[in-house]
């Protein structure tokens, strides 16, 4: 079945740094894939996301691009601010008529 | 636009006792899920229907069992509460299952804490 690895948190870092969260996956066939955002006390919101090889998803200044070859879609941001300090969970869709597989979410915590 | 929306928001409950989470929404989505969430754990899926009739077990459905009332509601139901069970519980929707290109709505979540 599908899975997804991402990196452990939390990541801690100050205003305006560079961004990276690694999020690679096993599955079968080409999945579409997401990354969530959580906020304090808020349920998942959708980031961006990804449907096919060499995709680049992008939303809020957050990028990750479909890596077909190493099976990954890492997240990345230039400049973070304290206001993009949440949970981040990858997720790659499964095969049709399963439910989204999440991974188990990257903490991260932005100081000015 | 609601979008998809949880009740309640905080529930503690003792154990042994039953309850029933609801999940309504209001986007004319086909399919609707369960997910648990544990520190550590990330989001684990407990039930989920792909349309309205038809529901199927996910990662972690014992203890839990589930309703699709119609297209728009989806509850989850404890029968008998464990403090293994106290938990944050997200409803989701998507528009259709067979839908790869489309992500979920989730609600706000309900807090449960189980004593």
């Known amino acids: 079945g599908n899975s997804v690895t991402q990196m452990e948190g939390p990541v801690t870092l100050s205003e305006e740094a560079f961004l990276t969260i690694n999020c690679t996956y096993t599955a079968t066939g080409y999945p579409s894939l997401f990354w969530y955002v959580q906020y304090p006390g808020e349920g998942l919101q959708l980031l961006l996301k990804?449907?096919?090889?060499?995709d680049k998803g992008s939303n809020k200044g957050f990028e990750a691009t479909y890596r077909k070859e190493t099976t990954s879609f890492h997240l990345e941001k230039g400049s973070v601010q304290v206001s993009d300090s949440a949970v981040y969970f990858c997720?790659?869709?499964?095969?049709?008529?399963?439910?989204?597989?999440f991974g188990k979410g990257t903490t991260l915590s932005v100081s000015s | 636009n609601a979008g998809v929306t949880q009740t309640p928001k905080f529930q503690v409950l003792k154990t042994g006792q039953s309850m029933t989470l609801q999940c309504a929404q209001d986007m004319n989505h086909n399919s609707m899920y369960w997910y648990r969430q544990d520190p550590g754990m990330g989001l684990r899926l407990i039930y989920y229907s792909a349309s309205e009739g038809t529901t199927d077990k996910g990662e972690v459905p014992n203890g839990y069992n589930v309703s699709r009332l119609n297209k728009r509601e989806f509850s989850l139901r404890l029968e008998s509460a464990a403090p293994s069970q106290t938990s944050v519980y997200f409803c989701?929707?998507?528009?259709?299952?067979?839908?790869?290109?489309?992500?979920?709505?989730f609600g706000s979540g309900t807090r449960l804490t189980v004593v």
């Open positions: 990804a449907t096919k090889a060499d």
């Open positions: 997720a790659p869709r499964g095969q049709a008529g399963t439910a989204l597989i």
């Open positions: 989701a929707s998507r528009l259709r299952e067979l839908d790869v290109n489309y992500g979920y709505t």
